[in-house]
């Protein structure tokens, strides 16, 4: 069923997962070759109702359900969930994210699915994982607040500050689901033991913070809001220009500072040469003074200058600007596919990074509700045109 050669061709995932987080880790290892079915509840999954719409139909969705085959199937329904046991015995992978409690009462566990598929590989994320939490809802904001990101946003002396993209913890969760389950996949091969991956949403977010935690052991600090200052370099930070608009500026080496110091050409600043820790105590005198500097330039003057210097230094983009950069244009960072259903072509984030030897690929966008229903019964689980039809008319599978 599965015609994509990449360097996973030949997996197999079944994804019954909803939102975000868990579904993203399908569609990291889709582009690489990785054949996904959707399972969705026969009225569609919950995305395919936000926006942005084209008419009633979700160009979001069509961007995260991309590289997949929609087999709309009722997991309330006891049919239902023996058609589900079939279709994991035929996949290598199958993702889930719903409560304990409801899988314990569906009889989705690991332990049951296992006896279908004996080297399933079974990843299930939850807002905390197992543990004394874990019936408790939970999405991104509630993951970032919970590993500490969101007491850490924000200028001092005011309120915690959310993260600019609501879904930033379903994303890093995303990508360290891939990762986990490539972990997996490796293990699988070496025993042929399957593998169980329980993962809480906040996990992969508190263990990017590799700083917080050992900064309190020893210190006893709490590592609260800077605004965009940054708790370890000076200058290091957003800084406005001529024109009203803001570079990021970030010297994290001594040879970085040498050079935007050499830059400025100011005598007074080679006190801070060799001493980060005077750079870091007198942040507000001294970027201060880098901010009286890049005022004196505009955006462009200031890009252009600080770049030949050889310092990193970037413009504050939104979608706009993104769409229409040179660098990302030259990349291929941003591809587009035309839609059949909405008769418009969708652009999206290509597959990040580029291989020697294969390359990332997104080859269809998000299905109609139960576009491969029938397909998938009769070519992967050998069901009857008669069968097919007496689960449509239960109302079984859409």
């Known amino acids: 069923m599965n015609a994509n050669k990449g360097p996973l061709s030949g997996i197999r995932i ?87 409690s409801a899988l314990k009462k569906w009889g989705l566990e690991f332990e049951d699915l296992v006896k279908v598929r004996k080297d399933l590989i079974f990843y299930h994320l939850t807002a905390y994982g197992e543990g004394p939490y874990q019936q408790r809802p939970g999405f991104a904001r509630v993951a970032e607040a919970f590993a500490g990101l969101t007491n850490r946003t924000g200028f001092k002396d005011g309120p915690p500050v959310q993260s600019g993209y609501a879904m930033l913890g379903d994303g890093i969760a995303g990508i360290y ?51 965009n200052s940054s708790p370890r370099w000076s200058p290091h930070g957003l800084f406005q220009t001529r024109d009203g608009l803001y570079a990021v500026i970030a010297c994290s080496t001594e040879k970085l500072w040498r050079q935007l110091r050499a830059l400025i050409d100011d005598e007074e600043l080679k006190r801070y040469d060799d001493n980060s820790n005077l750079r870091v105590s007198e942040r507000p005198q001294l970027e201060g003074r880098i901010g009286e500097w890049t005022k004196g330039y505009t955006l462009s003057e200031l890009l252009d200058l600080c770049a030949n210097a050889g310092l990193a230094i970037g413009a504050i983009y939104s979608a706009e600007e993104i769409v229409k950069d040179p660098h990302i244009i030259a990349r291929g ?66």
């Open 177 to 227: 689901g891939a990762f986990a389950l490539m972990l997996a996949l490796r293990q699988r091969d070496l025993t042929g033991e399957p593998q169980k991956i329980d993962l809480g949403l906040y996990e992969p977010i508190l263990s990017m913070m590799e700083d917080m935690i050992v900064t309190y052991d020893e210190t006893g600090s709490r590592m609260e809001r800077m605004g």
């Open 333 to 398: 960072s941003i591809i587009s596919l035309d839609d059949d259903e909405t008769g418009k072509p969708i652009r999206m984030a290509s597959p990040a990074g580029r291989f020697s030897g294969f390359k990332g690929d997104v080859r269809t966008l998000g299905p109609r509700v139960g576009e491969h229903t029938d397909e998938i019964l009769q070519d992967l689980l050998g069901y009857s045109e008669g069968d097919i039809k007496a689960l449509h008319e239960k109302q079984v599978v859409r």
């Open 14 to 100: 079944l994804d019954a997962a909803t939102f975000l987080a868990a579904p993203y880790a399908a569609s990291q290892l889709s582009e690489y070759g990785a054949e996904v079915i959707k399972v969705e509840q026969p009225a569609g999954d919950s995305m395919r109702r936000i926006a942005p719409l084209r008419g009633d139909v979700s160009v979001w969705w069509k961007v995260i359900a991309r590289n997949r085959k929609s087999v709309a199937l009722d997991l309330n329904s006891d049919e239902g969930r023996d058609v589900f046991r079939q279709l994991v015995a035929q996949c290598d992978i199958v993702i889930l994210n719903f409560r304990p």
